[in-house]
């Protein structure tokens, strides 16, 4: 019998020691689960912002981490605008309820000698301590133009350059442009906007918004890219592309601004500059297209083969475009069909053979004509023509010698180079 209570007294101390060991194993999980989340906020704190971007407007702070509902828009309470101080004239804060039906804010007149002109394409670097003390206003050129310079002039952009150390932040703030063309002959006047890139890696393109009839858009929009280093700074190219929005064809291209990085120097603040529009710069070809075509008179219908296209032109200084082919049929100038092909990376020299098969709604070709666009695919914004060509009877070139082809060999397949012209 001692044996036997010997082993129930050991089988009663069991669940002592499971009790003992489960509450050693709570205590050191609750710790170690404790000891994770303050890693995980402590990294977190510590750990540089993924390369991205903000966008934001004017009256709207840079950093998200700074934003709160009431800022957000640009907008305050009636009570807290009656209690805030008085903003001196010649500041750069302009509030968005003194813009005029264009957009634009009012242009103040600065004293006289409150700060030296700049020339024209020169920046200007304002210390810390001025950043706000100064008005775009006083940046005018004091060059003076001939009669010919002035009929090419295509106006001015003002904008800004900073970068941040402690965000690795490099910010652009692209705040107007001045003496725009007018491209609406008949409201003389345009509807500017403008798109940014960065090069020469292309992925990073940005665009303001639309401002209507306005010649002197004040934009005052902020691009922040987070994740750069400033050792990096130097090898990009800033490339400004200044339109005009067209609501029923494709926008109209006012010019261009590039500002290589290399050599400006912004760990001393925000360095305010300005620079002249020029035209947008075009090589001496769009490239060619290699077309075949073939008219079947039996079913009436019209096979159209988009084959090679080479010699493209780069559609950002030093990046290869990304084309592809949009096709349409025209009748009497209407349009009745479009098709288009798959986008080829990358590339000057791209390879499609794609066919398309077009029904004919009248009988014979004199009425029909086919646009061939090769457009730049670009993720997030419109994609831009490279180039445009036009078989049809009234079609010049070798486009009308194509056309002539196919109607005097019906049933024959026949391919051609064609030039391809501006869009």
């Not at 500041?91 to 020339?119: C, M, V, Y």
């Not at 032109?313 to 084309?323: C, H, I, Q, R, W």
Request: glycine share 6%; charged share 30%; proline share 5%.
């Amino acid at each position: 019998m001692a044996p036997i209570a010997t082993s129930r007294e050991e089988f009663d101390e069991i669940p002592a020691v499971v009790g003992i060991f489960s509450a050693f194993g709570l205590v050191f999980t609750v710790s170690l689960f404790a000891w994770i989340c303050c890693q995980r906020k402590s990294s977190k704190s510590n750990k540089t912002p993924p390369y991205k971007f903000v966008h934001v407007l004017k009256g709207v702070d840079i950093y998200p981490e700074n934003l709160n509902s009431k800022k957000k828009f640009g907008g305050d309470d009636k009570h807290e605008v009656k209690n805030k101080p008085a903003v001196p004239k010649n500041s750069l804060h302009l509030d968005l309820e003194k813009r005029d039906l264009n957009g634009n804010f009012p242009k103040t007149n600065l004293k006289a000698g409150t700060i030296s002109e700049p020339e024209n394409g020169t920046s200007k670097l304002f210390p810390e301590g001025e950043k706000e003390t100064v008005s775009p206003d006083s940046l005018k050129s004091s060059t003076s133009l001939t009669l010919e310079d002035k009929q090419e002039k295509l106006g001015t952009l003002y904008f800004s350059l900073e970068y941040n150390f402690e965000k690795k932040a490099f910010m652009v703030n692209i705040k107007e442009a001045r003496g725009l063309p007018a491209m609406d002959e008949q409201s003389m006047t345009s509807d500017p906007y403008i798109k940014m890139t960065i090069l020469p890696e292309k992925k990073h393109k940005v665009k303001t918004r639309v401002l209507r009839k306005t010649l002197d858009p004040a934009f005052d929009e902020t691009f922040t890219f987070y994740g750069i280093p400033y050792t990096q700074i130097q090898e990009l190219t800033l490339h400004f592309t200044i339109l005009s929005f067209d609501r029923f064809s494709r926008d109209d291209t006012i010019g261009e601004v590039l500002i290589p990085l290399s050599g400006i120097e912004l760990s001393d603040g925000k360095m305010l500059m300005n620079r002249e529009i020029i035209k947008r710069n075009k090589s001496s070809g769009r490239g060619e297209l290699l077309i075949s075509l073939c008219y079947q008179s039996t079913t009436n219908t019209l096979t159209v083969v988009v084959l090679k296209a080479r010699h493209l032109p780069k559609s950002d200084v030093s990046a290869l475009s990304d084309p592809y082919v949009k096709v349409n049929l025209y009748h009497a100038k209407k349009r009745i069909s479009k098709k288009k092909t798959h986008v080829k990376k990358c590339t000057p020299n791209a390879v499609f053979n794609e066919l398309f098969v077009f029904d004919i709604p009248c009988e014979g070709l004199e009425d029909i004509s086919v646009e061939f666009l090769v457009l730049d695919s670009e993720r997030g914004s419109q994609n831009e023509t490279i180039g445009r060509l036009v078989l049809g009877a009234s079609a010049e070139g070798t486009g009308g010698e194509h056309w002539k082809e196919i109607c005097d060999f019906p049933r024959r397949q026949i391919a051609k180079w064609h030039m391809l012209c501006d869009g």
